[in-house]
C-alpha cells in the first residue's frame, strides 16, 4: 500500500501545473500591465494618431517644397533656354560683323 500512494505521489508530483506567464510566447501573459490592457490599447491608439498626423503634416511639407523646387527648376530650364538663344543670336550678330568688316576691308 505504501508503494501505491508513493507512486500515486510521484506522479501527481511529475504533473507540475506551470502557470500561463511561463508557457506562453506572449509577453504580456501574466505581467502586471495585463490588467490594464484597454488602458494600454488606448494609450497606443493616442500615440497612433499623435505619429499619423505628424506624418501627414511631414508629407504636406515635402510635398510643398517638391512644388516649389520643381518650379524653380523650371524656370532655371526656362531661363538656360533664353541665353542660349541670346548667345546664338548674338553669334550670329558677330559673324555678321566679321563679314562686313571682311568686305569693308576688301574695298
Same mark, same amino acid.
Given at each position: 500500500m505504501l508503494r501505491t500512494t508513493g507512486n500515486i505521489l510521484i506522479k501527481q508530483a511529475s504533473r507540475l501545473v506551470v502557470p500561463a506567464r511561463l508557457s506562453s510566447t506572449d509577453p504580456s501573459a501574466g505581467s502586471i500591465n495585463? @490588467?490594464?490592457?484597454?488602458?494600454?490599447?488606448?494609450?497606443? @491608439? #493616442? $500615440?497612433?494618431?499623435?505619429?499619423? !498626423?505628424?506624418? $501627414?503634416? #511631414? #508629407? /504636406?511639407?515635402?510635398? !510643398?517644397?517638391? /512644388?516649389?523646387?520643381? !518650379? !524653380?527648376?523650371?524656370d532655371i530650364e526656362r531661363e538656360q533656354k533664353r541665353i542660349e538663344e541670346e548667345i546664338k543670336k548674338l553669334e550670329k550678330q558677330r559673324e555678321q560683323l566679321m563679314k562686313n568688316a571682311q568686305k569693308t576691308a576688301k574695298q
Open positions: 495585463a @490588467a490594464h490592457d484597454k488602458f494600454a490599447e488606448r494609450e497606443q @491608439a #493616442l $500615440e497612433n494618431v499623435y505619429f499619423r !498626423k505628424q506624418n $501627414e503634416e #511631414l #508629407l /504636406t511639407q515635402l510635398r !510643398k517644397k517638391h /512644388t516649389e523646387l520643381e !518650379k !524653380k527648376s523650371d
